[in-house]
């Protein structure tokens, strides 16, 4: 039995009969899934399987690749994001994204949190004020602003792992976003700037939704409400994290929880 959905809250994100192909091959056969606002959802499975695939999807970023083809549809904010006239900066500003390794810029740390905010801001709505306003409360919002209030002219790249993550996340939040995707956010870190990580995870659930790949079991326990596990391109089970661990209903799910293969 495959499951689809998770709890009855608002959705975020809903994708329907979502397929995608890189060149002949498909990654992804025919997803049908509803994301829940506000959560964090974790997105679990052997690797190859479709994690990062899936979470492309939900700004289109796959289509950097030219071999991509994609149907079926993710609707998010009522619509469709792959109708013909989505504007994809505007979908990418409402969908950010982070990656496995930290990637600051080598500019400074005021520069990095400002970047995607004075690229999509008319000078006219983005005076000083406005610009230091921004900063501030995106770096609150990552726990950062006491820590680097008065070092904002360094390097983003000379941070620590931990603090270029969390700036990286920072960066995303002037633009609004109401979503926030992750993929493997802490397989560069050492344990305990993953607990720091994992933290401003559920900090910041609630205002935003937060999608996750990860490939560790005990941190989709840790800090997910909703667990997705894939496997082959398939979609098994998508449960309340806590319903999935304990009590999968798939035996390919429980095979995979208890180490059986992947
Ligand atoms: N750019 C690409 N071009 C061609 N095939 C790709 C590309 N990216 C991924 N694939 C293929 O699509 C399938 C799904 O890959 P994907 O990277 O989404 O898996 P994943 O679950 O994120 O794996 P991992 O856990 O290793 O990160 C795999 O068979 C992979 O080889
Ligand atoms: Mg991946």
Known sequence: MIETTATAAASAITTRQLRLSYGANEALHGIDLKISAGAVSGVIGPSGCGKTTLLRCFN???????NVTTSGEVVIHGRNIYDADVDLIELRKAVGIVFQ??????????????????????RAQRGRASEEEALQKALEEVQLWDLLKDRLKEK??????????KLCIARLLPLKPSIILMDEPCSALDPGATEKIENLMRDLAGTYTIVVVTHNMAQA?????ECIFMLLGDLIEHRRTEDLFIRPRDQRTADYLEGRFG
């Open 60 to 66: 289109r970023i796959n289509e950097r690749y030219d």
């Open 101 to 122: 390794r930290p990637n600051p810029l080598p500019i400074s740390i005021r520069d990095n949190v400002l970047y995607g905010y004075r690229l999509h801001t008319p």
């Open 156 to 165: 983003g790249t000379r941070l620590q792992l931990e603090q270029q993550q």
């Open 221 to 225: 326990r840790r800090v997910t409400d």
